[in-house]
């Protein structure tokens, strides 16, 4: 039965990114329990582990391509 979060489902999957290269990473998935249909996904690396430099790399690259603007 969903918190007043609602439920959360967490997996963990490989990837590999032509910049970043490797990336293993925690996915977590959060749902309301009124809107069991809708979810908010957020994907995670552990800290001071090559896949955290690669997410770091790739938001690095976002910012630069959006002028650093928040």
């Keep these: 039965m969903p ?3 609602g439920e959360e489902a967490a997996l963990r999957a490989c990837f590999h990114h032509p910049v970043a ?3 293993v990473l925690d ?3 959060l749902t309301c329990g ?3 249909d809708q979810e908010i996904v957020v994907w995670t690396a552990e800290p001071r ?3 955290h ?3 770091r790399v790739l938001a690095s690259r976002t ?3 959006r002028g650093n603007q928040a």
């Design 63 to 65: 910012s630069l391509s």
């Design 21 to 23: 290269g490797d990336l």
């Design 3 to 5: 918190g007043p979060r």
């Design 27 to 29: 996915r977590d998935a």
């Design 53 to 55: 430099k690669g997410l």
């Design 34 to 36: 009124k809107e069991p």
């Design 49 to 51: 582990t090559p896949s």
